[in-house]
């Protein structure tokens, strides 16, 4: 079984959890490659929601692609439930996000949310998050003095790039990534993160960061994660 069959199994498994949610209640929905898995899924049974909350633009395509209705999140005062991936996932339910750009929106939704589903395969399970660069959105203008305050930290700080093509790469130097907010991420790697809770106050801490991509002090509740024999669900 490939990576892409796992997302859509645990995208699938993730419909039946929310089609539990009774019905006429407003979800809320992260970004990413299995998120994508889940909306599809989701697709056929969209009368049982009255509405969304999305975590980004290309989320919100999508959603509304399929007919879903996308509120805005400053109309909607709780969330049953919110469905999203993870980057790396901790025994605990602390989770490393923001690969796809989204971390900031994705922390607003979740906050909203009265239960984080996570999905994911297996792959991203890991005992101490740090493998995965850790995601920082920051403001452009403070990006030497973040880049210094992070690298105190001991991890190597880069500044994301926008992808760009074999054309560009010849005739320009390569861009920042923007992200939904107009804003700049650093990718910090070769951290060990035993304490997440207390990494994620402390750089939330640091002026110029918009959001660090830790999940921590507000982790999954319910994780679901795919391998080859099926998907588990675990209750964190
Ligand atoms: C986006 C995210 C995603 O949830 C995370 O990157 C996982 O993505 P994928 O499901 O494509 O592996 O945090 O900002």
Redesign the pocket.
Known sequence: MNQDQL?QMVGEAARDEVLKLPTGQILGV???????YFIDALAGHKDHFAGTVS??NATTERLLKHGFKVLDPNDVVSLPAYV????EIDPAGHMM???????TR?KIIASMAKQFIC??DSS?QVPVLGNFAL?VEIIPLAKGIVTRELEKLGGKVSLRLAKTTRADLNQTPSAAFVTDNGAWILDVAGLQITDPITMEAQIDQIAGVITV?LFAKEKANILLVSNASGVDRIVL
């Open positions: 997302k992260g970004t990413g490659s299995t998120v994508n975590s980004s999203d991936g993870a980057d996000k923001g690969g796809g750009g989204a971390l994705e999905i994911c991203k995601p991509g």
